[in-house]
C-alpha cells in the first residue's frame, strides 16, 4: 500500500510536465485505483460454511442466554454483507422486537445463525420466516428451540427432514 502511494506521489511529481488535462486525468486514475485498493483490503470476512457440531453448540448456548427469541440456520450466510438483506426481510416481521439487536435481527455468518427477537408472547410463522429468507437469496433451513435442556431443530416445511 505504501508503495503504491510513493508510486503515485512520484507519477504525480513528473505530470507538472504534462498539459493540464492530462495532469487531471493522471490524478484521477492514481485516486481511484488508491481508493479502490483500500476497498478491497476492507472487505468483509467471509466464513466457511460452519460444520453442525459448531452450529449446535453455538445454538444451545444462544438459546439458554436468550429469551424471546427465534433462532433459524440460513444456509450461505457467510459475511457480514449477506446480513442486509437478510435483515430487512425478516424484521418487516409483525413478531419481530425491533427495539432489540439491529431491527430484531442478529445474525452471525461464522455459525449462520440468525437471531431474530420476538415480541413478548409471540411465536415465527414458520412458512413466512422461510419464504422471506429465500426472498432475500438465502435458504432457511431449520429453527431451534431448547426443550427439556435439550437442543431441537425444526425443518422448515420446504426442507426435507
Known amino acids: 500500500m505504501r508503495d503504491s502511494i510513493i508510486?503515485?506521489?512520484?507519477?504525480?511529481?513528473?505530470?507538472?510536465?504534462?498539459?493540464?488535462?492530462?495532469?487531471?486525468?493522471?490524478?484521477?486514475?492514481?485516486?481511484s485505483l488508491l481508493v479502490g485498493t483500500c476497498f478491497l483490503h476492507a472487505a468483509p470476512k467471509e466464513f466457511p460454511e460452519a460444520k453442525p457440531e459448531k452450529r449446535t453448540k453455538a445454538a444451545t448456548a444462544i438459546?439458554?442466554?436468550?429469551?424471546?427469541?427465534a433462532l433459524i440456520y440460513v444456509k450461505g450466510l457467510c459475511c457480514p454483507s449477506c446480513?442486509?438483506?437478510?435483515?430487512?426481510?425478516?424484521?418487516?416481521?409483525?413478531?419481530?422486537?425491533?427495539?432489540?439487536?439491529?431491527?430484531?435481527?442478529?445474525?452471525?455468518?461464522?455459525?449462520?445463525?440468525v437471531i431474530v427477537a420476538l415480541k413478548k408472547g409471540q411465536f415465527?410463522?414458520?412458512s413466512r420466516v422461510e419464504k422471506?429468507?429465500?426472498?432475500?437469496?438465502?435458504?432457511?433451513?431449520?429453527?431451534?428451540?431448547f426443550e427439556k435442556a435439550n437442543l431441537k431443530a425444526h425443518p422448515f416445511p420446504n426442507q426435507k427432514p
Request: proline residues 2%; without cysteine; positive net charge.
Open 63 to 69: 438459546l439458554q442466554k436468550e429469551k424471546e427469541i
Open 124 to 126: 415465527i410463522d414458520p
Open 83 to 113: 446480513a442486509i438483506g437478510v435483515r430487512s426481510k425478516l424484521s418487516r416481521l409483525k413478531y419481530v422486537d425491533k427495539k432489540r439487536f439491529k431491527r430484531g435481527i442478529d445474525m452471525n455468518a461464522e455459525t449462520q445463525l
Open 7 to 31: 508510486y503515485y506521489l512520484e507519477k504525480a511529481r513528473i505530470a507538472h510536465k504534462l498539459p493540464d488535462m492530462q495532469k487531471i486525468g493522471s490524478a484521477w486514475i492514481g485516486i
Open 132 to 145: 422471506e429468507v429465500n426472498d432475500a437469496g438465502y435458504v432457511a433451513i431449520e429453527w431451534y428451540t
